[in-house]
Each structure stands twice: as structure tokens, then as C-alpha cells.
Nanobody
Framework: QVQVVESGGGLVQPGGSLRLSCVAS????????MGWYRQGPGKERDLVAH???????VYADSVKGRFTISRDNAKNTAYLQMNRLNPDDTAVYYC???????????????WGQGTQVTVSS
């Protein structure tokens, strides 16, 4: 079984920063892409940032220049550095891991439980 665990969320004032972490563990054999999604109150879950195994990344327009996604392949970990946060960034942030689990030969999609980020004064 593959586990995905996010951490680093919390309450921050507008203009502040947070760094989220996502660790994949358990029966994960190899990881292809990792991504961060978010779901605000009454909204759909949307892509925030995505990073391939080679480090190439994609960002939502709303976070370009403020958020940076990175990963440590040796640790099966992805990070999301969030700067200049504003109230519109308030959401539950979810990590998505696309990878192969031991005993399988298909690319699975694994999700964490999410971490709450609240931007408020």
C-alpha cells in the first residue's frame, strides 16, 4: 500500500510564506510525476504545480512567480514553497503522486489527505 502524507500547512498572514512537504512511502517502487492541487471553500480541486521526474515543472497562472515546486527523488518527497500568500490561496492543499507500486506494472495515482492553508489577518 502506498501512503502519501502532506505537512506544513497552517495559518499565515497575507504576504507571508509557508513551505509544504509531501512524502510518499510504503510500497511505492518508483515515482514519475508529483503535483500539488488545492481546493478552496465551495470550489473544485485545481492544479497548483506539477513536477516531472527530470525536474521540469508547470504552474497555475495564479501562483506563477510566487510558488516554487521542487522534489527530492532520493526521499520520495516534493515541496511547495509558497511566498506572498494572499487570502485567495486559502484552501486544502493535496499532494498527488504518480508512480509504480511494487507488484504492479501500471502507473497509479495516489493522493494524500490534504493540509489546510489559511491566509488571514
Amino acid at each position: 500500500q502506498v501512503q502519501v502524507v502532506e505537512s506544513g500547512g497552517g495559518l499565515v498572514q497575507p504576504g507571508g510564506s509557508l513551505r509544504l512537504s509531501c512524502v510518499a512511502s510504503g510500497s511505492i517502487r518508483s515515482i514519475d510525476a508529483m503535483g500539488w492541487y488545492r481546493q478552496g471553500p465551495g470550489k473544485e480541486r485545481d492544479l497548483v504545480a506539477h513536477i516531472a521526474r527530470d525536474g521540469s515543472s508547470v504552474y497555475a497562472d495564479s501562483v506563477k512567480g510566487r510558488f516554487t515546486i521542487s522534489r527530492d527523488n532520493a526521499k520520495n518527497t516534493a515541496y511547495l514553497q509558497m511566498n506572498r500568500l494572499n487570502p485567495d490561496d486559502t484552501a486544502v492543499y493535496y499532494c498527488n503522486v504518480n508512480g509504480f507500486a511494487y507488484g504492479t506494472n501500471y502507473l497509479g495515482a495516489y493522493w494524500g489527505q490534504g493540509t489546510q492553508v489559511t491566509v488571514s489577518s
